[in-house]
Each structure stands twice: as structure tokens, then as C-alpha cells.
């Protein structure tokens, strides 16, 4: 199936209802509060996240996922990432995470890291996709409901 054409571009401020609204419409995911969201905007790094816009038959943009990474010295930590559900396997969480990889490996980064849920083999399936390899795990890492975590890693080092 050809992918759906979305434009990638650099998260803003007013972004962020419209990503709560996308994390929401996953019952699975940890759920931040609004607040935190607006904390990460206010840190400088969070502008390494961006948003896949939709431009809808009508002519507006709609937002359908986005990626919330974070680089400091030669890490990149992917923080969170989704796709609203009704678009979800159309190819977009593709073009966001290589996004992500690029703006890491521009920044200097040497590796890419993530936590799963260690029950979410659609994201881990999307993960090995793209070479990431288990690298460990957390004990209980995650609450409602208390999950272990895969710590998967990608080497961008080249
Ligand atoms: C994981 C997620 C971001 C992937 O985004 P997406 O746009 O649906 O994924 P894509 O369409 O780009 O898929 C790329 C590849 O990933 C794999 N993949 C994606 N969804 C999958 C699924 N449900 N089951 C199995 N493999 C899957 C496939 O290999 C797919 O390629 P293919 O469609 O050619 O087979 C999306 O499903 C999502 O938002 N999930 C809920 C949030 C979440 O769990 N985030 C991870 C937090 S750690």
C-alpha cells in the first residue's frame, strides 16, 4: 500500500492539544499530563520533535502523529511516539521516525535509544523495522498496568 503523504515539520507550542488528543486516542500508552507536554516545550530540545501533517481533501492541515526525542552529548532518546489511531500502519510512523534518526545523526548523535512496553509488538515489530536491537530490559518500568521495558538501541554511528 503506497504510504500517506504527510509533511514533517518541526513541533510548535499550539501543537499540543493536538498531540494529547493523538496519545489519548491509544488506551495502551502511558498517558502524560497536559502540563508535562507544556514543560518539554519550554526546554530547548524539545524542538528536535516533530509533527506529521495531513492537508485533508478540504484543504486544512490536520496533525496525525508526532515524535518527542530528545539529544543530549551522543544519545538521542526517542521519548514518545504515535500515530492517531485511524491512520495508524498508513506509513506515517515511518516518516516520523526517520525524521528522528536524521535530525539525531545532523546533531552528532551515535545512538538512538527507546523503552517499550514489553507486550506492545506492534511498536517493537515498527522498532525492528528500522535495526533497533533489544539492549535490556526495566524491571516494572512502567504503571497501569506495571510492565517490564525493552531498552531498544540503534547505532547511528557510521
Ligand atoms: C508504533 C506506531 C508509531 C507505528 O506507526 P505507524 O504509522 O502505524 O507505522 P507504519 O505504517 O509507518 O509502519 C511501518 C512498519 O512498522 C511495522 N508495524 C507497524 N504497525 C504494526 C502493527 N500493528 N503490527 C505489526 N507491525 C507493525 C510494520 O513492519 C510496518 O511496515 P508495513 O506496514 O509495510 O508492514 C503506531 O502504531 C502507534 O502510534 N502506536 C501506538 C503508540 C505506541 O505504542 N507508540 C510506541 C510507544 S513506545
Not at 510548535?12 to 499530563?33: A, F, G, N, T
Not at 526517542?78 to 535530525?103: D, P
Not at 523503552?115 to 522498532?127: G, L, Q
Amino acid at each position: 500500500m503506497k504510504a500517506l503523504e504527510v509533511r514533517i515539520r518541526k513541533v510548535r507550542k499550539s501543537d499540543v492539544d493536538r498531540i494529547v488528543d493523538i496519545e489519548r486516542s491509544w488506551h495502551h500508552l502511558s498517558h502524560w499530563s497536559i502540563d508535562s507536554y507544556y514543560r518539554l516545550l519550554n526546554d530547548d530540545s524539545f524542538t528536535s520533535s516533530f509533527v506529521a501533517e495531513l492537508e485533508e481533501e478540504s484543504g486544512s492541515n490536520s496533525i496525525v502523529g508526532f515524535v518527542i526525542f530528545h539529544i543530549a552529548a551522543d544519545v538521542s532518546e526517542i521519548y514518545n511516539i504515535a500515530v492517531e489511531n485511524g491512520h495508524a500502519r498508513s506509513g506515517i510512523g515511518k516518516q516520523l521516525m526517520t525524521a528522528a534518526i536524521e535530525e539525531s545523526a545532523r546533531r552528532k548523535a551515535r545512538k538512538v535509544i527507546l523503552e517499550v512496553r514489553k507486550s506492545n509488538n506492534p511498536a517493537i515489530n515498527f522498532y525492528l523495522g528500522f535495526t533497533f536491537k533489544i539492549a535490556g530490559e526495566r524491571k516494572s518500568y512502567y504503571s497501569n498496568p506495571i510492565e517490564d521495558a525493552y531498552v531498544m538501541e540503534l547505532d547511528i554511528s557510521d
